[in-house]
Each structure stands twice: as C-alpha cells, then as structure tokens.
C-alpha cells in the first residue's frame, strides 16, 4: 500500500492555460473522488468515480473542468482557460467500497496557483 | 458549500491537555468521519463512526455521535505537540458517496 499519489505537487500557470493533473490511487480501490480545498476552508467535492465511470459531479465543476478515469486506475482533473478563482489545493481521494462505511484515503494534492 | 459546522475554529492548549472540538450538521448521515491535516499536506483519516454507533475509541481518540442533536465530538487525550494540526470532521449523507466537511478546528498545542 503505498498511499494515494498526486502528480504534480506545485503548479503554477498564467491565467487563461489549461492544467492537468494526475491521481493514482491506492491499487485495489474501486473509487476515486476530486476535492477543492481553499485556504483556511475545508475540502469540497468536485466529482467522483467508481471505476471508471463518473457517477457524480458538484455544481462547482463548471464545463472548464474535466476530469476522466479511463482505466479505472488512475485519473485525471483538467482545467481549461484558468481563472484566477482556481487558485487552490486540489485534492484526490480513493476507497474501497463494497459494503459501504469505508473511509476515504486523500493524497498530498496539487497546488495550483495562477498567475 | 460547507454544511459541517466545528467549533471551535481555533484551540490553543498544554501538551498534556486534553482537546475537545465539536461538529454539528444538519442533514441524514450515514457516517461521520473526522480527519487531521498537517499544513501543506492532505488529509489524514483518524475514525469512522457509523450512524447507529454513539462512540468509538482509537488510542488517545474518542469519538461520540448524538444523532438526535446532529452532533458529533473528537476527543484528543494527553495532547502532544505532534497533535498540533486542523481537524475536520466529515459527512456521508445517506445519499451518495461524497462527503462533506466543515472548516475545520485549528489545533496548537504547546510543548
């Protein structure tokens, strides 16, 4: 078990450039889920996957904002055109629910800053 | 939009002392789950209380869940600097799979 991994740590764009980020998830689990976290705010969901279908995606996630889970493995969040209102940490989070009451396993995140 | 309210936002004590927050929502749950993050880093799962569970206990931890008061609390015992971090706690409505955090508890705890 080595974690969930986020790639990559820091990132710092111009206004108006996409970004892409990448989640790996701990091996065996079958969801993945997209937080925002602001600071001095707690984390708020974005989208969520199980396997690789997405089956729930937060009204914050604006039509700029794609995220994907081709192989039911890793998945990725893009954002288009950036604003500066997407400065934020961008968190990935995965589980293993089979039964339900499973907690959620968050990596370190993605800082994004725009310039 | 956050719909787990804490309290307090911020708590400053002793090592040695014991830590109190509070968490209050005001939906269905189907569990509460507190987490801790350190500054710069992710999240942290600490423990997972059910709905139809009043508390639970891991080492220094003890959580409670009062589904009448849609209330929950995280107990820190004998803090140590180490301790010092922001605490969420978390809900998983009875519907869907996301959860839900509040703003958090800024914990300091002073050697």
């Known amino acids: 078990d080595t974690g969930v991994s986020q790639d990559p740590r820091h990132k710092i764009t111009k206004r108006g450039q996409n970004v892409t980020f990448r989640c790996d998830p701990i091996?065996?689990?079958?969801?993945l889920y997209w937080y925002r976290q602001t600071l001095g705010q707690g984390p708020e969901f974005l989208t969520y996957?199980?396997?690789?279908?997405?089956?729930?995606k937060s009204r914050l996630l604006s039509d700029r904002f794609s995220a994907e889970r081709p192989k039911g493995s890793f998945s990725t969040l893009e954002i288009q055109r950036t604003e500066q209102g997407d400065s934020a940490m961008y968190l990935c989070?995965?589980?293993?629910?089979?039964?339900?009451?499973?907690?959620?396993?968050f990596g370190d995140g993605t800082r994004l800053s725009i310039l | 939009s956050q719909q787990g309210e804490e309290d307090p936002q911020a708590l400053s004590i002793q090592e040695g002392e014991n830590a109190t927050m509070n968490c209050s929502y005001k939906?269905?749950?189907?569990?509460l789950q507190w987490y801790r993050q350190n500054s710069g880093r992710g999240l942290v799962h600490l423990i997972l209380?059910?709905?139809?569970?009043r508390e639970k206990h891991s080492g220094r931890l003890r959580v409670t869940l009062d589904t009448s008061k849609k209330s929950s609390s995280l107990l820190i015992t004998a803090s140590r600097a180490a301790d010092t971090a922001s605490y969420f706690c978390?809900?998983?409505?009875?519907?869907?799979?996301?959860?839900?955090f509040g703003e958090g508890t800024q914990l300091t705890v002073n050697p």
């Open positions: 209380i059910r709905s139809n569970e």
């Open positions: 091996s065996e689990h079958n969801r």
């Open positions: 989070a995965s589980s293993l629910e089979q039964q339900g009451n499973q907690p959620q396993h």
């Open positions: 939906t269905s749950i189907n569990n």
């Open positions: 978390a809900k998983r409505e009875t519907s869907g799979s996301r959860l839900t």
């Open positions: 996957f199980q396997n690789e279908a997405q089956l729930e």
